[in-house]
């Protein structure tokens, strides 16, 4: 036995909640799911590994037409996993997945993103600057600046870069 803790024997940091992120099909076909998303969507179905559980897939079959923000979340003791649409290209979706000790929700840390800051962070994601997102969202330069201060701890990155490698599936933490 081994004195080094290991990923099983550590206990996650609550103070940050674990994301992970699935591109699909509108019918709910995966196209990409990074390695911690394909364990959670295996954990709520039995169903075929090439797509979604049939509950999230009918979600997102109500969600895509609409525009409003919407959130499929699942609960178990002491887990809470959120999914809500990042951004919708031609034939693909991009979800974002959040996990949350339910503590932690209780205690404020964390939490997942609101409508808003994943608006900007996927126009980050996207290249766009501060400015051009300010442009697009009719917001100014500075608040754009405050959501990504807000939204960089809660994908726990430190930067845009960061931010936008880890929505484009890039980060090896993801």
């Not at 940050?16 to 799911?33: E, K, N, S, Y």
């Not at 911690?36 to 954990?43: K, P, Q, S, Y």
């Not at 000790?101 to 939490?111: V, Y």
Request: hydrophobic share 40%.
């Amino acid at each position: 036995m081994s004195l080094d803790p290991s990923a099983e024997q550590t206990a996650p940091d609550l103070r940050t909640p674990l994301h992970a992120l699935v591109v699909v099909t509108p019918d709910g076909r995966i196209q990409f799911a990074t390695e911690r998303a394909n364990t959670w969507l295996g954990e709520f179905s039995v169903t075929a590994s090439d797509r979604l559980p049939p509950a999230v897939a009918n979600w997102l079959e109500e969600a895509m037409p609409s525009q409003r923000p919407s959130r499929f979340i699942v609960t178990r003791p002491g887990i809470r996993v959120s999914i809500q649409i990042l951004f919708r290209e031609t034939g693909s979706v991009c979800l974002l997945l959040e996990q949350e000790a339910e503590k932690r929700r209780r205690n404020g840390f964390g939490g997942p993103l609101t409508r808003r800051q994943t608006e900007v962070l996927s126009w980050v994601a996207r290249g766009k600057t501060n400015a051009e997102i300010a442009a697009i969202l009719s917001l100014k330069t500075g608040t754009i600046g405050k959501y990504l201060e807000r939204i960089f701890p809660k994908l726990g990155v430190e930067n845009r870069t960061a931010a936008a490698s880890f929505v484009l599936g890039t980060n090896k933490t993801a």
